[in-house]
């Protein structure tokens, strides 16, 4: 046996010379050598048969999923909207205070970023990429709401449809306020009860 791995392993490494020479001692064994000798015959040997392996394809897992898009080509979003508030939504007494909802399909890929703009000026987002955010000082008023997917170089990949939505006020100077209404029975002038 070890005979036989040393002759494969001659063989092996004498492969890459010009030439192989083969021969038989007198006790039967067969050697291989680089160098002619008396009776021994040349051997051809073929070049190796070598396989080039094709690159191996990457797999797109959900934790890469952006990361290989951003690379490759953009990652193509299905839809983006805004579903609260309703289109020409009027909003009454919100203090302020607008919740915003969005549904995007897919979900949103690594590497890119949700944004949102009110009026067309960014709206902070408290929480990075939520599809919910509570968007402080909107006061009364017509407003308009885009959002917008884009990736780490800042393109665009998908964006929503304007949302039109009004927020009213009840203002305490109106005389159809519950708060100003007049008291049920007048008090006596003089101010005695």
Known sequence: MRSLVLTISLIAGVAGAAEVYR???DDGQVHFSDRPREGAERVVINEPQTIQAPAPRRTVSA???GEDAAEDEPFSYESLEIVTPGQEEVLWNIEGQL???MRLQPRLQRGHNLELSLDG??????????LQ??????FRGVHVLRAKVTDR?????IESDPRTFAVQQ???QNPNNPANAPLATPLPAGGGI
């Open 23 to 25: 021969w038989v001692d």
């Open 63 to 65: 934790g890469n999923a």
């Open 99 to 101: 919740d915003v909802s």
């Open 121 to 130: 000026q960014p709206v902070q987002m408290p929480r990075r990429n939520s």
């Open 133 to 138: 955010v509570t968007v402080p000082e909107v």
């Open 153 to 157: 170089g800042g393109r665009v990949l």
């Open 170 to 172: 009840t203002s305490i």
